[in-house]
């Protein structure tokens, strides 16, 4: 069958693309090797009765704009606030006296920011235009001197030095640096951990009632109502080329797809390295992929509980158990040496607190992101080190909640080989690479993809891999389905 574009992959990212593109009058069909769309952002039943909101349970990242502009039919409200759990009652991020001065200096860089990250990556060759590089430059110039400078001295700065120059309070700083370093290869003392800091801090909004779930149902409406097809449990083997030119795909059982354009919402690395065959791969094209770093470090908990357990007296719907940066650093030691650490930082969510229909009457579903654990682990991923990690995790839930072993109902346990498996992701990275500095806006994923196109005329990259960066926001498929609007494509 002939299509005028053809969506490898059903994530967040590949539908708002097939969306854009469809509500253009592009004939466009998404492929999606699971069973269900949405990727890393879809809900799924974990055990009998309970369901989590996706891999990823953090939607504040998705623009207001991108929510207009595909009339997705959401609802949006304010981020609850983020609590530390402690033995003493925790802390409420929010309620931090000595936060004021902090949110007013980011304040003052946000638009520049958000101007900066909504726009498509600049080209920096010859061939490119001026205008957008002197756009940015007279963007950040608008920001005064001092701002200007301000902002060009933090960049390069570790997370734990920029903290400590507006706040005291050990958890404060805590709580602010743990979110800098979800998908980086860092610790709140690794250089250029302010400027992820910066990217997460200023690119949030309100989220999505009812979470990444929530949005995929409302994109899946959106694609279907724009005239696109989508199609599950279709395994992409092969991006099919004729003369250096895509002409469509090839599915496992030889069924052929035909199209001049190919958008992969796959992660950039296992779309060149998995999806073109080596003979008709550009040499240098392979080797650029093969350089981009997806080392993955976070493992993925959901429990099933048979009541609302206390975490230090309290229970909120997003809570962290970091207590200070000393022990986000030692955690990111163990990441370094390629073992388990000894107490991971847990980053949970209570989504049965917003929306209870997502487990039995008065049953609770927690969502833990387990930061700080290796892909790569040097005794490898088997049944002991898989019983370790729970070990370890069961440690650091029960020093704040010590009762919450006797209600768990049921588990799901996911490695960070487990992410890699269930959702294709290189390395089992959960934003398809790296968020570095040399990974982000005109190379990310690389030099000469930072636009969404590449050097194999008609394959186009829609992920989180690619520029703006991950996270559930939609951006990386928004600007890819505008590069290739913009081609005539």
């Not at 574009?5 to 708002?16: D, F, Q, W």
């Not at 799924?44 to 953090?58: A, I, K, Q, V």
């Not at 207001?64 to 009339?71: D, H, R, T």
């Not at 930061?371 to 005794?379: G, N």
Request: with cysteine; proline share 7%; net charge neutral.
């Amino acid at each position: 069958m002939s299509y005028d574009a053809i969506i490898v992959g059903a994530g967040h990212n590949g539908l708002v693309t097939a969306a854009r593109l469809a509500k253009a009058g592009r004939k466009v069909i998404v492929l999606e090797r699971r069973s269900i769309p949405g990727g890393i952002a879809a809900g799924e039943e974990f055990h009998p009765g309970y369901r989590h909101t996706g891999l990823l349970h953090d939607s504040a990242g998705v623009r207001p704009s991108l929510i207009k502009a595909l009339g997705l039919e959401v609802q949006t409200r304010p981020v609850p606030l983020l609590h530390a759990v402690n033995t003493e009652g925790g802390f409420e991020l929010g309620k931090a006296e000595e936060l004021s001065p902090y949110t007013a200096r980011l304040a003052k860089i946000r638009s520049f920011a958000q101007g900066l990250l909504a726009a498509p990556a600049p080209r920096i060759d010859s061939g490119g235009s001026v205008w957008p590089v002197a756009k940015a430059s007279m963007s950040l110039r608008r920001l005064g001197d001092k701002e200007m400078m301000e902002l060009l001295r933090i960049g390069p700065l570790c997370v734990d030095d920029f903290l400590d120059e507006w706040l005291k309070h050990p958890q404060t700083k805590a709580l602010l640096a743990a979110p800098a370093l979800v998908g980086t290869w860092m610790g709140p003392r690794s250089p250029t951990s302010t400027a992820t800091l910066l990217l997460e801090a200023l690119m949030r909004f309100e989220e999505i009632v009812g979470g990444p779930a929530a949005l995929v149902n409302a994109l899946v409406k959106s694609v279907q109502q724009a005239g696109a097809e989508i199609r599950t449990d279709v395994t992409v083997e092969r991006i099919r080329l004729e003369n250096g030119k895509v002409a469509g795909v090839v599915a496992t059982g030889g069924d052929t797809f035909d199209a001049p354009i190919v958008a992969a919402s796959c992660d950039p690395k296992t779309t060149v390295l998995g999806l073109i065959s080596p003979v008709e791969c550009p040499p240098m094209m392979e080797e650029d992929a093969r350089c981009i770093r997806t080392r993955g470090a976070m493992a993925k908990v959901h429990l099933a509980l048979n009541g609302a357990p206390s975490f230090g007296g309290a229970f909120k719907e997003r809570m962290h158990t970091a207590q200070t940066t000393t022990e986000l650093e030692k955690a990111f030691d163990a990441v370094k040496f390629r073992v388990l650490p000894d107490s991971p930082p847990l980053d949970i969510r209570v989504p049965t607190l917003s929306q209870p229909e997502l487990a039995p009457s008065g049953h609770h579903v927690l969502s833990i992101a387990v930061h700080s654990v290796p892909f790569h682990l040097d005794a490898g991923w088997n049944a002991d080190s898989r019983a370790e990690l729970w070990t370890r995790i069961e440690a650091s839930l029960t020093r704040f909640a010590p009762d919450i072993l006797t209600q768990i109902v049921g588990k799901e346990i996911l490695t960070p080989a487990d992410i890699a498996e269930r959702y294709g992701l290189s390395g089992g990275h959960i934003y398809g690479g790296e968020h570095a500095l040399d990974q982000l806006y005109v190379s990310r994923p690389t030099l000469s993809w930072a636009r969404h196109s590449t050097p194999i005329g008609g394959l186009y990259l829609c992920s989180s891999g690619t520029h703006p960066g991950g996270g559930i926001t939609g951006a990386p498929g928004s600007l890819a389905a505008e590069a290739i609007l913009g081609a005539g494509a």
